[in-house]
Protein backbone atom coordinates (compact mmCIF):
# COMPACT_ATOMS: atom_id res chain seq x y z
CA UNK A 1 0.00 0.00 0.00
CA UNK A 2 2.88 2.61 0.95
CA UNK A 3 4.44 1.47 -2.41
CA UNK A 4 1.33 2.23 -4.52
CA UNK A 5 0.99 5.67 -2.39
CA UNK A 6 4.62 6.57 -3.35
CA UNK A 7 4.25 5.61 -6.89
CA UNK A 8 1.21 7.73 -6.96
CA UNK A 9 2.68 10.49 -5.65
CA UNK A 10 5.60 10.44 -8.23
CA UNK A 11 2.90 10.63 -10.68
CA UNK A 12 0.86 13.82 -9.41
CA UNK A 13 4.42 15.12 -9.27
CA UNK A 14 5.31 14.94 -12.18
CA UNK A 15 2.11 15.48 -13.89
CA UNK A 16 2.02 18.87 -11.84
CA UNK A 17 6.10 19.24 -13.67
CA UNK A 18 4.72 18.60 -17.07
CA UNK A 19 2.27 21.05 -16.84
CA UNK A 20 4.50 23.59 -15.32
CA UNK A 21 7.25 22.99 -18.36
CA UNK A 22 4.24 23.44 -20.85
CA UNK A 23 2.75 26.25 -19.24
CA UNK A 24 6.14 27.69 -19.39
CA UNK A 25 6.82 27.02 -23.00
CA UNK A 26 3.78 28.51 -23.62
CA UNK A 27 4.17 32.01 -22.01
CA UNK A 28 8.21 31.70 -24.00
CA UNK A 29 6.05 30.97 -27.30
CA UNK A 30 3.71 33.80 -26.69
CA UNK A 31 6.33 36.66 -25.66
CA UNK A 32 8.69 35.36 -29.07
CA UNK A 33 5.50 35.77 -31.10
CA UNK A 34 4.97 39.33 -29.26
CA UNK A 35 8.57 40.35 -29.62
CA UNK A 36 9.28 39.55 -32.96
CA UNK A 37 6.19 40.62 -34.43
CA UNK A 38 3.72 43.49 -33.44
CA UNK A 39 5.84 44.79 -30.17
CA UNK A 40 8.78 44.43 -31.84
CA UNK A 41 11.15 46.17 -29.37
CA UNK A 42 14.18 45.18 -31.41
CA UNK A 43 13.64 47.80 -34.09
CA UNK A 44 14.88 50.08 -31.45
CA UNK A 45 17.35 47.99 -29.27
CA UNK A 46 18.72 45.79 -32.19
CA UNK A 47 22.35 46.49 -32.52
CA UNK A 48 22.88 47.92 -35.89
CA UNK A 49 26.10 48.75 -38.67
CA UNK A 50 26.17 51.83 -39.49
CA UNK A 51 23.91 52.51 -42.37
CA UNK A 52 21.12 50.86 -40.43
CA UNK A 53 21.07 47.79 -40.77
CA UNK A 54 20.00 44.69 -37.95
CA UNK A 55 23.11 42.96 -36.74
CA UNK A 56 21.25 40.33 -35.65
CA UNK A 57 24.12 37.76 -34.49
CA UNK A 58 24.32 40.97 -31.52
CA UNK A 59 20.90 40.41 -30.10
CA UNK A 60 19.09 43.44 -28.25
CA UNK A 61 22.46 44.73 -27.09
CA UNK A 62 21.27 48.57 -27.75
CA UNK A 63 22.97 51.56 -28.65
CA UNK A 64 20.97 52.93 -31.75
CA UNK A 65 20.90 56.93 -31.94
CA UNK A 66 17.92 58.88 -32.28
CA UNK A 67 18.95 62.48 -32.93
CA UNK A 68 15.77 64.69 -32.01
CA UNK A 69 15.54 68.61 -30.85
CA UNK A 70 13.71 67.15 -27.39
CA UNK A 71 16.93 64.79 -26.83
CA UNK A 72 19.81 62.43 -27.81
CA UNK A 73 18.43 59.05 -27.10
CA UNK A 74 20.40 55.78 -27.27
CA UNK A 75 18.59 52.39 -27.19
CA UNK A 76 19.53 50.50 -23.90
CA UNK A 77 21.13 47.25 -23.78
CA UNK A 78 18.14 44.92 -22.46
CA UNK A 79 19.98 41.32 -23.04
CA UNK A 80 20.61 39.72 -19.92
CA UNK A 81 24.20 40.91 -19.37
CA UNK A 82 24.41 41.55 -16.01
CA UNK A 83 26.87 44.84 -15.50
CA UNK A 84 25.48 46.37 -19.19
CA UNK A 85 21.90 45.12 -19.71
CA UNK A 86 19.04 44.28 -17.29
CA UNK A 87 20.42 40.75 -16.19
CA UNK A 88 20.23 41.82 -12.69
CA UNK A 89 16.66 43.54 -12.57
CA UNK A 90 13.64 41.28 -10.94
CA UNK A 91 10.68 40.57 -12.89
CA UNK A 92 8.94 43.11 -11.22
CA UNK A 93 11.46 45.64 -11.91
CA UNK A 94 11.52 44.71 -15.53
CA UNK A 95 7.61 44.72 -15.81
CA UNK A 96 7.75 48.18 -13.86
CA UNK A 97 10.25 49.54 -16.47
CA UNK A 98 8.28 48.58 -19.29
CA UNK A 99 4.82 49.12 -18.04
CA UNK A 100 5.11 51.82 -16.13
CA UNK A 101 8.50 53.60 -17.46
CA UNK A 102 10.72 53.37 -14.04
CA UNK A 103 14.22 52.23 -13.33
CA UNK A 104 15.03 49.83 -10.35
CA UNK A 105 16.62 53.01 -9.15
CA UNK A 106 14.02 55.02 -9.49
CA UNK A 107 14.93 57.04 -12.47
CA UNK A 108 11.99 57.79 -15.47
CA UNK A 109 13.09 56.19 -18.76
CA UNK A 110 12.46 59.17 -21.07
CA UNK A 111 11.61 59.08 -25.27
CA UNK A 112 11.27 57.67 -27.66
CA UNK A 113 10.36 54.61 -25.21
CA UNK A 114 6.48 54.57 -26.09
CA UNK A 115 5.54 54.08 -22.13
CA UNK A 116 2.42 55.46 -22.87
CA UNK A 117 1.11 52.63 -25.41
CA UNK A 118 2.56 49.56 -22.91
CA UNK A 119 0.62 50.95 -20.24
CA UNK A 120 -1.72 48.78 -21.97
CA UNK A 121 -0.18 45.59 -22.07
CA UNK A 122 -1.94 42.75 -20.29
CA UNK A 123 -0.16 41.27 -17.46
CA UNK A 124 0.08 37.83 -18.92
CA UNK A 125 1.07 39.65 -22.14
CA UNK A 126 3.81 41.65 -20.22
CA UNK A 127 5.12 37.89 -18.21
CA UNK A 128 5.61 36.43 -21.77
CA UNK A 129 7.71 39.46 -22.80
CA UNK A 130 9.71 39.22 -19.82
CA UNK A 131 10.27 35.44 -20.15
CA UNK A 132 11.45 36.24 -23.74
CA UNK A 133 14.01 38.26 -22.67
CA UNK A 134 15.63 36.72 -20.02
CA UNK A 135 15.69 33.30 -22.15
CA UNK A 136 17.72 36.07 -24.62
CA UNK A 137 21.54 35.17 -25.12
CA UNK A 138 23.91 37.70 -22.46
CA UNK A 139 25.50 40.19 -24.84
CA UNK A 140 28.47 42.67 -23.12
CA UNK A 141 27.56 46.04 -24.56
CA UNK A 142 28.10 49.35 -22.78
CA UNK A 143 25.45 52.08 -24.46
CA UNK A 144 25.84 55.53 -23.38
CA UNK A 145 23.27 57.28 -21.16
CA UNK A 146 20.19 59.65 -23.06
CA UNK A 147 20.22 63.37 -22.80
CA UNK A 148 17.15 65.26 -22.76
CA UNK A 149 16.66 69.18 -23.20
CA UNK A 150 13.16 69.01 -22.19
CA UNK A 151 11.71 68.05 -18.17
CA UNK A 152 10.74 64.94 -18.08
CA UNK A 153 6.97 64.37 -16.41
CA UNK A 154 7.63 62.86 -12.66
CA UNK A 155 5.51 59.84 -14.16
CA UNK A 156 3.42 58.45 -16.68
CA UNK A 157 0.72 57.85 -14.12
CA UNK A 158 -0.52 55.80 -11.34
CA UNK A 159 0.90 52.19 -11.08
CA UNK A 160 -0.46 49.98 -13.35
CA UNK A 161 -2.28 47.43 -10.69
CA UNK A 162 -3.50 44.94 -13.81
CA UNK A 163 -4.49 44.81 -17.14
CA UNK A 164 -6.89 42.12 -18.71
CA UNK A 165 -5.81 40.86 -22.70
CA UNK A 166 -8.83 41.39 -24.38
CA UNK A 167 -10.50 38.50 -26.00
CA UNK A 168 -9.32 37.88 -29.81
CA UNK A 169 -13.07 37.10 -30.57
CA UNK A 170 -13.66 40.75 -30.13
CA UNK A 171 -11.72 41.81 -32.92
CA UNK A 172 -11.90 45.48 -33.18
CA UNK A 173 -10.85 46.06 -29.03
CA UNK A 174 -8.39 43.05 -29.92
CA UNK A 175 -7.00 44.90 -32.21
CA UNK A 176 -7.21 48.46 -30.55
CA UNK A 177 -5.16 46.49 -28.26
CA UNK A 178 -2.59 45.05 -30.51
CA UNK A 179 -1.71 48.84 -32.10
CA UNK A 180 -1.69 49.83 -28.38
CA UNK A 181 1.31 47.57 -27.44
CA UNK A 182 2.96 48.33 -30.67
CA UNK A 183 2.60 51.77 -29.97
CA UNK A 184 1.32 52.48 -33.98
CA UNK A 185 -0.23 55.71 -32.55
CA UNK A 186 3.18 56.94 -31.23
CA UNK A 187 4.58 57.71 -34.80
CA UNK A 188 1.17 58.01 -36.98
CA UNK A 189 -0.59 60.64 -34.67
CA UNK A 190 0.30 64.55 -35.30
CA UNK A 191 2.36 66.34 -32.16
CA UNK A 192 1.65 69.55 -31.22
CA UNK A 193 4.65 72.34 -30.68
CA UNK A 194 5.13 71.28 -27.16
CA UNK A 195 5.69 67.09 -29.17
CA UNK A 196 2.64 66.20 -27.21
CA UNK A 197 0.54 63.50 -29.42
CA UNK A 198 -2.99 65.59 -30.91
CA UNK A 199 -4.76 62.29 -29.88
CA UNK A 200 -8.21 64.08 -30.64
CA UNK A 201 -6.50 63.66 -34.52
CA UNK A 202 -5.21 60.13 -33.23
CA UNK A 203 -3.71 58.21 -36.83
CA UNK A 204 -3.46 61.12 -38.98
CA UNK A 205 0.35 60.74 -39.35
CA UNK A 206 2.41 64.17 -40.36
CA UNK A 207 5.02 63.21 -37.98
CA UNK A 208 9.09 63.57 -38.95
CA UNK A 209 11.02 61.19 -37.73
CA UNK A 210 14.95 61.03 -38.36
CA UNK A 211 16.25 57.71 -39.38
CA UNK A 212 19.34 57.01 -37.13
CA UNK A 213 21.28 56.18 -40.03
CA UNK A 214 20.46 59.38 -41.86
CA UNK A 215 17.76 60.68 -43.43
CA UNK A 216 14.10 60.91 -42.32
CA UNK A 217 10.22 60.39 -42.62
CA UNK A 218 7.22 61.78 -42.81
CA UNK A 219 4.74 58.86 -41.13
CA UNK A 220 1.51 58.34 -43.10
CA UNK A 221 -2.16 59.22 -42.30
CA UNK A 222 -3.48 55.67 -41.29
CA UNK A 223 -7.16 56.67 -40.65
CA UNK A 224 -9.89 56.11 -43.17
CA UNK A 225 -9.99 59.65 -44.51
CA UNK A 226 -9.21 60.05 -48.30
CA UNK A 227 -6.04 60.91 -47.57
CA UNK A 228 -5.61 58.06 -45.30
CA UNK A 229 -6.37 54.48 -46.35
CA UNK A 230 -9.85 54.63 -47.63
CA UNK A 231 -9.31 53.89 -50.74
CA UNK A 232 -6.45 50.63 -49.49
CA UNK A 233 -7.56 47.47 -49.84
CA UNK A 234 -7.23 44.78 -46.64
CA UNK A 235 -4.52 43.08 -48.38
CA UNK A 236 -3.06 46.63 -49.46
CA UNK A 237 -2.65 47.36 -45.86
CA UNK A 238 -1.52 44.19 -44.66
CA UNK A 239 1.30 44.39 -47.16
CA UNK A 240 2.56 47.74 -46.53
CA UNK A 241 2.92 46.56 -42.68
CA UNK A 242 4.38 43.08 -43.27
CA UNK A 243 6.14 43.85 -46.20
CA UNK A 244 6.68 47.81 -46.29
CA UNK A 245 5.79 48.10 -49.93
CA UNK A 246 2.66 50.97 -50.17
CA UNK A 247 -0.38 51.04 -52.65
CA UNK A 248 1.93 52.17 -55.11
CA UNK A 249 4.62 49.82 -55.31
CA UNK A 250 6.77 52.61 -52.75
CA UNK A 251 9.19 50.80 -50.50
CA UNK A 252 8.76 52.41 -47.07
CA UNK A 253 11.79 53.56 -45.28
CA UNK A 254 13.04 50.96 -42.56
CA UNK A 255 11.94 52.92 -39.51
CA UNK A 256 9.04 50.91 -40.23
CA UNK A 257 9.37 47.80 -38.19
CA UNK A 258 8.37 45.35 -41.22
CA UNK A 259 11.43 43.22 -40.67
CA UNK A 260 9.31 42.43 -37.29
CA UNK A 261 5.77 42.58 -38.61
CA UNK A 262 5.83 40.06 -41.17
CA UNK A 263 5.65 38.01 -38.32
CA UNK A 264 2.11 39.25 -37.56
CA UNK A 265 -0.22 36.51 -37.79
CA UNK A 266 -3.39 36.70 -40.49
CA UNK A 267 -6.06 36.70 -37.55
CA UNK A 268 -4.45 39.71 -36.09
CA UNK A 269 -3.34 41.72 -39.05
CA UNK A 270 -7.46 41.21 -39.50
CA UNK A 271 -7.96 42.69 -35.95
CA UNK A 272 -5.30 45.46 -36.47
CA UNK A 273 -7.23 46.40 -39.91
CA UNK A 274 -10.25 46.17 -38.06
CA UNK A 275 -9.62 48.86 -35.64
CA UNK A 276 -7.51 51.10 -38.37
CA UNK A 277 -10.73 51.01 -40.31
CA UNK A 278 -12.99 52.12 -36.95
CA UNK A 279 -10.82 55.40 -36.36
CA UNK A 280 -12.34 58.94 -37.25
CA UNK A 281 -11.34 59.77 -40.45
CA UNK A 282 -8.76 62.92 -40.36
CA UNK A 283 -7.19 64.79 -42.86
CA UNK A 284 -3.31 64.12 -42.97
CA UNK A 285 -1.71 66.50 -40.78
CA UNK A 286 1.62 67.20 -42.01
CA UNK A 287 4.13 68.73 -39.31
CA UNK A 288 6.21 70.95 -41.34
Avoid at 31 to 44: I, T
Avoid at 62 to 78: L, R, S
Avoid at 166 to 190: F, S, W
Wanted: hydrophobic share 40%; charged share 20%.
Amino acid sequence: MRTFLRVALCIVLAGQGAASWAQDDALLMRGKYLMEGVVACANCHIARDDKGQPLFDKGLSGGMFFDDAAFKAYAPNITPDPETGIGKWTDAQLAKAIREGIRPDGTLIGPPMPVPFYRNLSDSDLAAIIAYLKAQPAIKHQVKKSSYNIPLPPNYGPPVAHVDLPATTNTLKYGEYLANIGHCMDCHTPRNNKGMLVTARLGAGGQVIKWPAGGEAVTPNLTPDESGLKSWSDAQIARAIRDGVDKSGTHLKRIMAFDWYQNIDDSDMKALITYLRSLKPEPFAYAK
